[in-house]
């Protein structure tokens, strides 16, 4: 007999980056699902639009995923309005497009910091938070691109990968515990950060509802991988037992290089300057950097 799904109702879940896009569709689900809602997001207005369609008593907040302590005085302002956090769902991103040589630094960081860093930080404090009560679920919003490569998505996939890799190792070192880990790994889904790109053969780009739709059912089964579409997670572990040379090819044949090689960059402009606008305390962090080969060469000479 298999299991009952769990009941949603009443947890107190937080979805970051949630003002649009996948995160706007996460929030309308959980709410649907019987949770009560926070919405994070960088842009407020956007968060606060999405909390009032949900409904059902959701709240939206502006949220910048790369200032850790506004992250952390983020959920202690949720915990006190809404109740214990029951649900964190990180999946606040962004995902620059180009070759790796033309990254600047200061897109290398953007990323970092809101793909990886934040993951681990929001992980960090629902750890802490849930860990004393001995129940919770954290859902770590990764890629397909955080279990293979793609052409002029470097660090991207490099960031991904940390998610993939965290959420692996925080399954391990949490059994027993109570608190649940999921991770999400989406092909191509229609939202804004997709723009331009090409299609692959054999997969159909997602919708930001068939996203939300596989998360709500991995908290409902405690589901560790969550694929989207799901014929993707069958798909890779054939194509893993295969050599790699063979593996590269059939990805070619698939065209699965081609989406992000052959990207439209006009189609992309507005997200890609909205993306580099997305991590307001990155910047100190990007100025560091910027200052640091100044520093040295003054001190050379």
């Known amino acids: 007999m298999a299991p009952q799904p769990r009941s949603l109702h009443g947890k107190v879940a937080v979805v970051t980056g949630g003002g649009r896009g996948i995160g706007k569709a996460l ?17 407020g207005p956007a968060a606060a639009l999405a909390a009032d369609e949900a409904g059902r008593g959701a709240i939206g907040l502006r949220l910048d995923v790369t200032d850790r302590p506004g992250f952390t005085a983020f959920l202690d302002e949720v915990e006190r309005r809404l109740g214990p956090l029951d649900v964190l769902v990180n999946n606040a991103g962004i995902m620059p497009v180009g070759p790796f040589e033309e990254e600047d630094d200061a897109t290398v960081i953007r990323v970092l910091e809101v793909d990886l860093h934040a993951v681990i930080h929001g992980s960090k404090e629902a750890v802490r938070r849930m860990r004393p009560r001995g129940t919770g679920h ?21 960031a991904k990968h ?10 391990i070192e949490l059994r027993g515990s109570g608190v649940d ?4 790994m989406p092909a191509i889904v229609r939202t804004e950060l997709a723009a ?9 780009p997602s919708t930001p509802e068939a996203v939300a739709e596989a998360v709500v059912a991995a908290l409902q089964e405690n589901r560790f991988d969550v694929f989207v579409p799901r014929a993707i997670g069958p798909t890779w572990a054939g194509m893993n037992l295969i050599p790699r040379r063979a593996r ?21 402009a507005a997200y890609e300057a909205r993306a580099a606008a997305s991590a307001p305390a990155a910047d100190a962090v990007i100025a560091e950097a910027a200052a640091e080969p100044e520093a040295r060469a003054h001190a050379a000479a």
């Not at 929030?27 to 842009?43: E, F, N, P, S, Y």
């Not at 859902?139 to 052409?151: D, I, L, M, W």
Request: hydrophobic share 50%; glycine share 10%.
């Open 138 to 158: 954290i859902v770590n919003v990764a890629s397909v691109a955080g279990k293979t490569g793609f052409p002029n998505l470097a660090t991207y996939c490099a």
């Open 27 to 43: 929030a309308l689900a959980l709410t649907a699902a019987g949770c009560r809602v926070a919405i994070g997001d960088v842009d």
């Open 162 to 171: 940390g998610v993939v890799g965290l959420s692996e190792a925080l399954r």
């Open 248 to 268: 590269e090819a059939l990805a070619r044949a698939l065209h699965f290089d081609r989406a992000l090689r052959d990207t439209d960059r006009s189609a992309r």
């Open 181 to 184: 880990v999921s991770v999400v």
């Open 196 to 204: 331009g790109l090409q299609p692959s053969r054999g997969f159909k």
